[in-house]
């Protein structure tokens, strides 16, 4: 039992809160649902451990992109040591990486 709190302490103080990239359910690219994104954060300063959660993959996958493309957008904005701890700028590098990469059959303005 004690493990297990320590364990839950453990996930909680090392994971990141999301970060809603579409606010209001809609955001600057049109997108009808919210995007969370949410990084796992492992122990160390370095971004060694550090991945995109399951929701914030399925939220890109559920825009639009296919789950290899989805996977590798999340994973470059959880790898950025600079968007470290700034929802903002975790938000703008997201965005921005949609616009140049938008998913295919949409055109992102």
Known sequence: MKALMLAALAVGTFTAHPVLAAESGRSALGAQQPIRIACYRGPLQATIWDAPEGHFVQDLVDFGY????ADAIARSVCKDQSLIGHSE???TALLEKMRQSPPR???LR
């Open 66 to 69: 296919d789950f290899a493309n």
């Open 89 to 91: 700028l975790l938000k």
């Open 105 to 107: 059959g949409k055109r």
